[in-house]
């Protein structure tokens, strides 16, 4: 017999093919992950510039409020407070206004200038007692007593504007300070003299009144 060729596959028959590598689907997920890498990255940039948008929101707002704070303490005009002291507690006084007067105190957009005045307190209540016009008077008056207090109050209770308050802090009365409103006494002076009030009780300013003679 002879040689017999190697039959060629028929049309249909099965024949192996190789198997399809893993390749496409490596690839497939890669791009996936890198898909989703991206989103995550791209979501922290996102962030990351909304919270310097905020930082920087905030940052401007308070530099906006800080400027609008500081034009509402610019002077637009100069006020004088004049204070009536006794002749005896004239000169720590004039130690406290000074000490007022360096640090620009603004009230309601006027710079206030504390100016003292001695004068014998018996006298000083009298004027104020019948001063009834629309010139400056002083807004802050510091007598000897309460008594001399308590006789302007008598004469015109529509003068004294609160209780007096000792400056020399030994509670008897001594040089009390009160505050003058009415006639000659505007809102800006009435203002003043409130925070000059306050000014002249913080401890800080008190040690000045302790070597003060009794009256």
Not at 16 to 43: F, K, L, T, V
Not at 81 to 96: K, Q, S, T
């Amino acid at each position: 017999m002879g040689r017999h060729s190697k039959a060629t596959p028929r049309a249909g028959s099965l024949v192996r093919r190789p198997r399809q590598s893993g390749s496409h689907r490596a690839d497939d997920d890669a791009a996936q992950r890198r898909g989703i890498a991206g989103w995550a990255i791209a979501s922290m940039v996102a962030a990351g510039l909304l919270a310097v948008g905020g930082v920087g929101w905030v940052w401007g707002t308070n530099a906006m409020n800080t400027r609008a704070e500081a034009k509402s303490q610019e002077c637009e005009e100069h006020s004088t407070l004049h204070v009536l002291a006794d002749e005896g507690i004239v000169e720590p006084v004039e130690a406290v206004a000074e000490e007022w007067n360096s640090g620009d105190e603004v009230v309601r957009a006027h710079c206030v200038t504390v100016q003292v005045t001695g004068a014998d307190s018996e006298s000083a209540g009298e004027t104020l007692a019948g001063s009834d016009t629309d010139r400056d008077i002083p807004a802050v008056w510091i007598p000897a007593s309460t008594g001399q207090v308590d006789a302007l109050a008598d004469a015109r209770s529509d003068r004294v504007a609160a209780e007096p308050e000792s400056v020399t802090g030994d509670g008897d009365g001594d040089y009390p300070l009160v505050r003058i409103q009415g006639p000659g006494v505007d809102d800006v002076q009435e203002r003043a003299a409130q925070k000059f009030h306050t000014f002249v009780f913080e401890p800080e300013r008190q040690a000045v009144f302790d070597t003060v003679d009794e009256p």
